[in-house]
């Protein structure tokens, strides 16, 4: 017997009803492949655990510096001051801090206790509900998401995944065939605008809507709408024409960007260039389904299938 | 629980005096106004909004839906007349007789646009200057009653269901008829008791007959043809029912509203009954003759929801278990949807339930967001109810007709709700006692203490409750619900007092988190991670936290396992303190003999319950409300799920039939669209599948948002949504709480 396969999980949620059909649980994996600059996720950026500290819920009590062998905690006169530098990441000022001012993000799972927690729902997804895996990037951890879906299936739940399709085919192929069904991200038709906004050019991703239209799974394409990247009409339109091969896609769905991350950013100690970044509005939202539709694409905006 | 009295004349602002006793507010509402039912409604909820506001001037504030009840004229007076040396009224003689007296000069109230007459402006109690009667003391019972925070239920009136069809087939004249009857047959010890029941029906009968005077009066001032017409037919249907039953959709529903207005106004009942099959026979005979279609007949329905929203059950089986799902349960559900007032329909979910309907329900639950229908689980109320000896054709008979609770109507006396012990207080008798005991404190003494003063607490209230039952009966008789109810008049006895089949007396839990997570709490850090010492935690527990060390461990207790966050060590003592509870209250009857059912319900006395509890191990300050019901308390789990709640409250059930019921708070974000029904059926088809018995949602609206845009510290557990992405509303940045607020708001 080997190790068992564990993997980094950000947070897993249960009466997750907007990442997939019926109700699901949702398992949060650490660690994306993308740097997307609009993320409003940032704390599942990385691989490794990492502290979030909100300064706003300290109560002073010190604690943190008491358990912190490195010097990175200090009580002064004007409050408690965190010197990310100093840190070597292991965690022991966020078990002592109470008030939730230092969260640690970032836990090793083994898939049976990933499985434990997700099945505590399994009454509530008879009716097609289940569990999804999402990230950061699920594949960046393949073969701990291939052996938790399986581990799923296997007790005869339903399965899905959220992917950005931005690796090679056969690093995630496992993952897609014990998927249920396949949310996938579409950030811009073109590879440079995609290394512009992502990091990564989106061959990949082409490539891997082809392979998976042959895998005949179930999906869903969704894009974030961020101002000023891909909000014009014939960004929209070049995505959905790139769908319309795609003979297993139930519909399109457009994400308007929100400025959700702000806070979280500065908690990890990075700054976020999408601020001030406002949403589109409902009725530029509107006017981009129009222009999905035209390539005769059913597109939902923010779920709602009649905007 | 019983509803604070509605103002007094006197109470009432000289600005919203009227010259004319009666009330006919629709009469100067537009004169262009048409005679459409789309038209009258909204007449209608215009007045009630008016109205709403009125009471509000008048009472300054008010914490619970009206039941209908409006301000009465400025200038109405009315005096009690007292048999007692110290001038109040108790007693059958006496509550019988100023029954009669108040509704000789009661306000009539017409309103053109209603298809009935009549509302009820006040209750009988506020007059009557006195509490329990001082010459029926149960001093025996205070000490233990103040110790365990005992809410003992001596002297609560109605909290029962009446059965109208009792009514319904024989009028208010076959009802008195009945009364002397009986009355003939015994003696003159009864006397008092069928004095008082005719005095109830000759009051009923006089207020009908003075508002058919008022309609005609109306009638005359009428110029609108369709509300005059109206106005006719109002007064046909009254002029028949004061003696006889009612013969039409129309008349049931003007009959079934006039007892609603009396025993409101009596003691304050609010019970209704199987509405959908109560009328059913009278809409399929209109239907029949055609005298009415369906729009008429929603029509008709939604001036009952509006008269007073009364706890009415539709649906669910029947005695024999078949569904009980008709064309008027559809029906029911679209008047309350076209009245958009508060209402208090439960839909009872079983096995055989019409689906279309169940899904209706959950649409218009989240469409409507107005908090109905709620949804009660037939295979925990069914099966529990026949654990206390029951057969099942009873236990499905034993409908919603209550805030939380279930009776069988005109059959059984409860006083469901009424009764609670405050086990948090319990708890803290326990703790101290140990701490200030020779030896070492631990889990296992904490709980054998526990165990101990919960008994004894439940002891003391099945004693109130015989008191209670001896007794009621020379303080506030139940003679309106006496009408409704199987034997009361055939035996002459009150239901409090024997008149009635079945006596299941209700005792209720409360504070049920409050005590799991303190018990997890401890026995989590001062046991299993030894972090914490008795000595320092009961420190900390009398210092209520204070200083900064205080704080931390008040956050690290508060962090313990808690109930509902799923396989915890809150959750594994919620079930044993359940379990304790549920065993102690159905070890024995009480020492009368009567039944009692156990269940968990605290919510209306969640902060009054609290002010007496100092602060707990569970990281609760002191004087900070209980917890909810038999909710987790919020903060329970970082996702909040509601699926996590309802695993958790299904768990905790004590299934002898009374309810411990789910509440659930939902944002309008998870609420939208035929995906969310879908989802929010299978939640609570599968609360109910594990043993829930009772689910009530909310759906945020904009006002609470806004609240908690001011304040979010006070709403720690509202998770806002955006597709694909929840976060806590209390952790964004300000300016994006304004950008989640607007954007609900707006859309």
């Known amino acids: 017997m080997g190790e068992p396969v564990t993997g980094v999980v950000t947070d897993i949620q249960r009466f997750s009803v907007h990442d997939g059909p019926g109700i699901r649980t949702t398992v949060f994996l650490k660690g994306c492949n993308l740097r997307c600059w609009w993320c409003h996720n940032p704390e599942t950026l990385g691989a490794a655990p990492e502290l979030q500290v909100w300064p706003a819920r300290c109560i002073g009590c010190g604690a943190c510096a008491e358990a912190c062998e490195s010097g990175a905690h200090r009580l002064t006169a004007e409050g408690h001051v965190f010197e990310r530098g100093l840190c070597r990441t292991c965690g022991r000022c966020a078990s002592a801090c109470f008030a939730d001012s230092l969260v640690w993000v970032g836990r090793s799972m083994t898939v049976d206790e990933v499985l434990a927690e997700a099945m505590r729902d399994a009454p509530f997804y008879s009716d097609g509900g289940g569990v999804t895996v999402s990230g950061g990037e699920p594949v960046c951890q393949a073969e701990f998401t291939r052996a938790l879906l399986a581990a799923i299936r296997a007790r005869g739940v339903h399965t899905a995944i959220e992917t950005n399709l931005a690796w090679p085919w056969e690093r995630g192929a496992g993952v897609i065939a014990e998927a249920d069904f396949v949310m996938f991200d579409v950030k811009c038709a073109g590879d440079e605008t995609h290394r512009s906004g992502t990091g990564a050019g989106n061959a990949h991703v082409l490539a891997n809507i082809r392979r998976l239209a042959e895998t005949g799974a179930p999906c869903i394409a969704r894009t974030p709408v961020v101002p000023g990247f891909n909000d014009t009409p014939d960004d929209i339109g070049r995505i959905a024409e790139l769908l319309t091969s795609l003979g297993s896609l139930l519909y399109y769905e457009l994400l308007p960007f929100h400025p959700l991350g702000e806070g979280k950013y500065a908690a990890l100690g990075m700054s976020s260039r999408a601020e001030g970044l406002r949403s589109p509005t409902r009725e530029h939202m509107r006017m981009l389904a129009t222009a999905a539709r035209d390539h005769g694409v059913t597109v939902r905006v923010a779920g709602d299938p009649d905007a | 629980m019983t509803d604070p009295p509605c103002p007094t004349s006197a109470q009432r602002p000289s600005h919203l005096q009227s010259a004319q006793a009666d009330f006919v507010p629709s009469a100067a509402a537009a004169s262009t106004a048409g005679g459409s039912y789309a038209q009258r409604i909204e007449m209608l909820r215009q007045t009630k909004l008016r109205q709403t506001r009125e009471k509000l001037d008048v009472r300054g504030f008010m914490d619970m839906d009206d039941h209908g009840c409006i301000a009465p004229p400025s200038d109405f007076r009315f005096e009690a007349v007292s048999d007692r040396d110290d001038g109040g009224v108790a007693g059958f003689r006496a509550c019988g007789l100023n029954f009669r007296r108040l509704f000789e000069v009661h306000p009539t109230y017409v309103d053109p646009a209603d298809a009935l007459a009549g509302r009820w402006m006040v209750h009988l109690g506020s007059y009557r200057r006195m509490g329990w009667p001082p010459e029926l003391p149960y001093t025996h019972l205070e000490a233990e009653q103040e110790l365990y925070g005992i809410i003992s239920g001596i002297g609560a009136g109605q909290h029962f269901g009446p059965d109208f069809r009792i009514g319904l087939q024989l009028g208010w004249g076959g009802l008195l008829d009945k009364v002397r009857r009986f009355r003939a047959l015994h003696g003159p010890d009864k006397e008092d008791f069928y004095q008082a029941e005719e005095d109830v029906i000759l009051g009923i009968q006089t207020w009908i007959r003075r508002h058919v005077d008022a309609i005609r009066e109306a009638e005359a001032r009428e110029t609108r043809p369709e509300l005059r017409a109206n106005l006719a037919e109002m007064r046909a249907a009254n002029e028949w029912i004061i003696e006889n039953p009612p013969r039409t959709l129309r008349e049931a529903c003007q009959w079934i509203a006039w007892f609603n207005m009396v025993s409101r106004t009596y003691n304050g009942d609010g019970a209704g009954d199987q509405l959908d099959e109560l009328l059913r026979p009278y809409y399929e005979r209109d239907i029949a003759d055609e005298r009415i279609d369906d729009e008429d007949a929603i029509f008709l329905i939604a001036c009952l929801l509006l008269n007073d929203p009364q706890y009415y059950q539709i649906a669910g089986p029947g005695p024999d278990g078949h569904d009980q799902t008709s064309r008027l349960s559809f029906l029911i559900l679209e008047a309350a949807h076209r009245m958009a007032i508060p209402c208090n329909l439960t839909i009872r979910v079983h096995d055989g339930l019409d689906p279309e309907l169940f899904r209706l329900g959950v649409r218009r639950l989240l469409e409507d967001r107005k908090g109905w229908p709620r949804f009660s689980g037939d295979k925990c109320l069914t099966e529990g109810f026949m654990r206390n000896g029951y057969p099942a054709e009873l236990a499905r008979q034993r409908i919603a007709v209550g805030c939380h609770w279930m009776a069988i109507p005109g059959r059984e006396y409860t006083i469901n709700d009424c009764v609670k012990i405050n086990c948090a207080r319990v708890f803290e008798v326990a703790f101290w006692e140990m701490m200030e005991a020779p030896g070492s404190p631990s889990v296992s003494d904490l709980w054998r203490r526990f165990q101990h003063h919960l008994r004894r607490a439940v002891e003391c209230t099945a004693r109130g409750i015989d008191f209670h039952l001896a007794h009621q009966k020379e303080n506030w008789p139940e003679i309106v619900l006496n009408l409704l109810c199987h034997g009361p008049i055939e035996r002459g006895l009150d239901a409090s007092d024997g008149g009635v089949e079945f006596y299941n007396m209700c005792i209720d839990g409360s504070a049920l988190a409050t005590v799991a997570d303190s018990f997890a709490a401890v026995e989590q850090r001062i046991e299993r991670e030894k972090v914490l010492t008795w000595e320092t935690l009961a420190g900390r527990l009398r210092a209520d936290w204070e200083g900064v060390e205080g704080e931390r461990t008040r956050l690290m207790m508060k962090r313990s396992e808690r109930y509902g966050s799923g396989g915890s060590l809150g959750d594994a003592w919620a079930l044993r303190v359940s379990e304790l509870f549920t065993r102690l ?37 002191a004087g900070a409300p209980i917890s909810h019901g038999a909710n987790p308390d919020p903060g329970f ?57 009772l689910m009530n949602v909310n759906i945020l609206d904009a006002e609470t948002l806004r609240a908690a845009h001011r304040d979010p510290a006070a709403y720690p557990d509202l998770v806002v949504r955006v597709t694909g992405f929840t976060a806590y509303f209390a952790s964004l940045s300000p300016e994006f709480r304004q950008l989640v607020v607007d954007r609900i708001i707006e859309e």
């Open chain 2, 585 to 621: 209250v159905k070890e024995r009857p009480t020492p009368e003999g009567r039944n009692l059912i156990p269940g968990w319900f605290s919510w209306s006395s969640t902060i009054p319950m609290g002010k007496v509890v100092g602060a707990t191990p569970n990281g609760r300050k």
């Open chain 2, 637 to 693: 789990r970082k996702d909040g799920a509601p699926t996590a709640m309802a695993t958790a409250i299904a768990a905790i059930q004590p299934r002898y039939g009374n309810t411990a019921p789910m509440q659930l708070e939902l944002d309008p974000g998870l609420a939208r669209g035929e995906e969310a029904q879908e989802q929010i059926g299978t939640l609570i088809r599968t609360h109910f599948d594990l043993g829930g018995s």
